[in-house]
């Protein structure tokens, strides 16, 4: 998952011309970390499932600790800019604002440790609770900052870039998440002590890297003039249309990703263990990771002939370093490369060819191309929901080849023509991240009355109404 907040449009940068590359390259690594640490929420699903004894509802309450954070934090966020007319985080400064936000996380984090000496679930979602509060407002800090490092023109570019670094994080998450828990830290069997190992590792580079942000030298980029105070943001029928259709895109996103594992368990779609299973998350994220890539080719300004050979090769090349990097395992002390039969893997090359011709289809259009990437979604699910078997289990799997550009273009979709309300309207999409607190323990239920399969008609319903947003829900009234 990928969050944006938008700088107030008089923003802009007092050293227009000079060389942002070193800043940039530190601020793509904190795109990398939280997604790294987002898609960690679905290995400890897993984990806690056994070493707490979990429901499905029970597990559901990591996803809602962790995105109600995100509600939480933004709504205060945008009531105090609402009532102020000031940004807080265009007052003490982009740098400061985002080493801040490193070291809460670190702290999160770090708290995993000593929750699992006291053994206890409420005490792990307290401190998710903490390192998710750090990671909103990173979040608030570094998409505008990104956008600020160099030519406006080439503003969305950057972001585009730095979101492929995100769905790396996202991709190698789970792979050196199930390592450390199952094997690095244990010795196959996930404990509370080897979760607080692994995430007291995590800790420490989050508080490394906000010592790094605050010494390094980067641009400050502060702003003090007001925004615009009061309600009036939510005049605009797109942008409410818009927050809903987040809502159900993160939630949709968050709801597979949540329960990929337990569906791939099955006996009649794989029968894996729960750590093989694990290893396919990369397969699920990296496909965000190929489309966001594709996407940045897609919008850039080459020729046709040109996009359509890079999208290609980048479409190969990912996948083919999630391939790989998902062969890599720990036996016995040894690591080995174990990589899958490639026949097994034939019917996601397929839906990979599927998502390359769904680009072409959607003209570099917004509204078209979030419509085409929704029927193809549905029309995956129905499979998920009704099949069984290798197209069944790769199906789920390729739905996140097609979300991978839901979030930025329901997001600009949204905010167009807002204004001087662009901040504010900014603040109430990040609000509606909320959906991947609420969708998953909706699943849960259906799951833990034994439906696995059915509890995805929850995602399905989700995605109906982002085709609607698509279609209709985008165009902004006069």
């Known amino acids: 998952m990928q969050t944006t907040h ?140 990104a956008a600020l490092l160099g030519a406006p023109e080439t503003a969305s570019s950057r972001l585009n870039l730095a979101q492929g670094l995100n769905s790396l994080g996202t991709t190698v998450g789970p792979l050196i998440g199930v390592l450390l828990i199952f094997r690095v830290f244990s010795n196959g069997v996930a404990t509370s ?62 709801s597979v990703g949540s329960w990929l594992v337990k569906f791939l368990m099955l006996d009649h779609i794989s029968g894996l ?13 990296g496909g965000l990771m190929i489309g966001r890539l594709m996407g940045t080719v897609s919008l850039g300004k080459a020729k046709a002939s040109t996009k359509y050979i890079m999208m290609a090769l980048i479409s190969l090349g990912v ?33 990979l060819s599927l998502n390359y011709f769904a680009f072409l289809w959607g003209k570099s259009s917004p509204s078209r191309s979030l419509s085409i990437f929704s029927v193809i979604i549905i029309a995956l699910l129905l499979i998920v929901i009704l099949g069984t078997g290798k197209l069944a289990f790769w199906a789920v799997i390729s739905i996140g080849l097609f979300n991978s550009i839901m979030w930025s273009n329901i997001f600009t979709m949204a905010i167009k023509d807002l204004g ?16 991947g607190a609420i ?14 399969q059915l509890s995805f008609l929850v995602p399905l319903v989700s995605y109906f109404y982002i085709l609607y947003y698509g279609a209709v829900g985008y165009k902004p009234k006069a």
């Open 6 to 145: 938008t700088p107030a449009p008089n923003t802009r940068s007092s050293a227009t011309g000079k060389d942002y590359r070193q800043p940039f390259l530190v601020i793509t690594f904190l795109f990398f970390m939280w997604g790294f640490i987002t898609v960690m929420n679905d290995v400890l699903i897993n984990s806690f499932e056994k070493i707490f004894k979990l429901s499905a509802l029970q597990q559901s309450l990591i996803q809602l600790c962790f995105f109600g954070a995100f509600f939480i934090i933004s709504l205060l966020y945008f009531l105090i800019s609402a009532r102020s007319g000031k940004d807080p985080v265009n007052q003490i400064g982009y740098k400061n604002g985002m080493a801040i936000s490193l070291a809460i996380s670190g702290v999160g984090c770090m708290s995993f440790y000593p929750a699992a000496q006291t053994a206890s679930y409420g005490v792990f979602l307290l401190a998710l609770f903490v390192l998710a509060t750090g990671v909103t407002l990173l979040q608030i800090c570094a998409n505008p900052y």
């Open 193 to 254: 002590v080897s979760v607080g190992k692994t995430y007291l590792l995590y800790g420490v580079i989050f508080l490394v890297l906000a010592l790094v942000v605050r010494f390094t030298s980067l641009p400050l980029f502060q702003n003090n003039e007001k925004i615009e105070k009061g309600w009036g943001v939510l005049k605009f029928k797109h942008l409410r249309l818009g927050a809903l259709a987040i809502f159900f895109y993160v939630g949709a996103e968050v």
């Open 273 to 285: 263990s729960r750590e093989s299973a694990n290893y396919f998350l990369a397969y699920y994220w």
């Open 319 to 351: 996948f083919a370093f999630i391939y790989l990097i998902t062969g890599i395992k720990k036996d016995e002390g040894n690591i080995t490369l174990q990589l899958l039969a490639f026949d097994n893997v034939g019917v996601f090359l397929l839906f």
């Open 420 to 435: 001087k309300y662009t901040s504010q309207g900014s603040s109430l999409l990040v609000m509606a991240i909320v959906g």
């Open 439 to 452: 969708l998953p323990p909706l699943q849960s239920i259906i799951i833990d009355q034994g439906f696995i």
